[in-house]
Nanobody, 118 residues
Framework: QVQLVESGGGLVQAGGSLRLSCAAS????????MGWYRQAPGKQRSLVAI???????NYADSVKGRFTISRDSAKNSVYLQMNSLKPEDTAVYYC????????????WGQGTQVTVSS
């Protein structure tokens, strides 16, 4: 069973930057998509960014131009560089993976809190 472990969350002032990391327990990039969702208090979990197994990326409109998803296959890790952070980016951020290497089900990380103060 693939496991995902996130790190890098924290408290930052508006306009600042954070980099989230997600380490997978196995080599899954070659066939699985990976990405990030977030969930703010009282709201549904929503997609932030995705990188397909082929390396294509897609972003939520609200983060385009500010967030960048990347991966390091040698480290079995995916990253989310978040710049120009806004208070509305405050949420728990979850790493996920989906694809044939996880039986087409979705595997989630434990989540990491990002808080942006105004």
């Amino acid at each position: 069973q693939v496991q995902l472990v996130e790190s890098g969350g924290g408290l930052v002032q508006a306009g600042g930057s954070l980099r989230l990391s997600c380490a997978a327990s196995g080599s899954i990039f070659s066939r699985n998509d990976m990405g990030w969702y977030r969930q703010a208090p009282g709201k549904q979990r929503s997609l932030v960014a995705i990188m397909t197994s082929g390396g294509r990326t897609n972003y939520a409109d609200s983060v385009k131009g500010r967030f960048t998803i990347s991966r390091d296959s040698a480290k079995n890790s995916v990253y989310l560089q978040m710049n120009s952070l806004k208070p509305e980016d405050t949420a728990v951020y979850y790493c996920y993976t989906q694809g044939p290497l996880t039986g087409w089900g979705t595997v989630w990380g434990q989540g990491t809190q990002v808080t942006v103060s105004s």
